[in-house]
């Protein structure tokens, strides 16, 4: 099974700070990297497929890079409703795995 | 509008069996590979198993198989999850999730249905 390590698991941030979420796969899987928003109690929204393509109706803030093993999600500027928590999803192979999370605070 | 509806969980003794249902509307669900994902709350999401479009295909992780059973009704529109010899550990909210086809991501999630394995 392909193992997805996300760091860091929780960052403090101000609204307006660029945030960077990092996430790494155990064995390479191309570009076959999504990343995922979650409000408590809620199900996952899809943010970021196929490692950078946006989804239809996420703000431009969110953009996504990376190929291979290392991904990399960014919020050019935090927005009060983006403070949530992100997860990877690898969908090179099955299990589709997940990262552990980041949850994202207000300092 | 695309949606999807989990029904069936709730409290259950351990060693008993849940059946979980997602009801799919507002897309052409044979057509597309569809998946449960679990989560403790409070914690992270587990993907849990994943039935291809015709029903011809399955897998599950390793912590539920021979126990879990995914299973499909396409003239339904409704996706399953027959749970078997459940554990504390199972204890979660259960999502199911459609695949889109090309780059494989859950485009869609139902709104989870939590099953607790107490005594």
């Known amino acids: 099974d392909i193992q997805m390590t996300q760091s860091p698991s929780s960052l403090s941030a101000s609204i307006g700070d660029r945030v960077t979420i990092t996430c790494r796969a155990s064995?390479?899987?191309?570009?076959?990297l999504n990343w995922y928003q979650q409000k408590p109690g809620k199900a996952p929204k899809l943010l970021i497929y196929?490692?950078?393509s946006l989804q239809s109706g996420v703000p431009s803030r969110f953009s996504g890079s990376g190929s291979g093993t290392d991904f990399t999600l960014t919020i050019s500027s935090l927005q009060p409703e983006d403070f949530e928590t992100y997860y990877c999803?690898?969908?090179?192979?099955?299990?589709?795995?997940f990262g552990q999370g980041t949850k994202v605070e207000i300092k | 509008e695309v949606q999807l509806v989990e029904s069936g969980g709730g409290l259950v003794q351990p060693g008993g069996s849940l059946r979980l249902s997602c009801a799919a509307s507002?897309?052409?669900?044979?057509?597309?590979?569809m998946h449960w994902v679990r989560q403790v709350p409070g914690k992270g999401l587990v993907w849990v198993s994943r039935?291809?479009?015709?029903?011809?295909?399955?897998n599950y992780a390793d912590s539920v198989k021979g126990r879990f059973t995914i299973s499909r009704d396409n003239a339904k529109n409704t996706l399953y999850l027959e749970m078997n010899s459940l554990r504390a550990e199972d204890t979660a909210v259960y999502y199911c999730?459609?695949?889109?086809?090309?780059?494989?991501?859950?485009?869609?999630w139902g709104q989870g249905t939590l099953v607790t394995v107490s005594s």
């Open positions: 064995q390479s899987i191309g570009s076959y």
């Open positions: 196929a490692a950078s």
């Open positions: 999730a459609r695949e889109a086809t090309a780059s494989r991501y859950f485009d869609y």
């Open positions: 999803q690898q969908s090179y192979s099955t299990p589709r795995t």
């Open positions: 039935m291809n479009s015709d029903g011809s295909g399955t």
């Open positions: 507002g897309f052409t669900f044979s057509t597309y590979w």
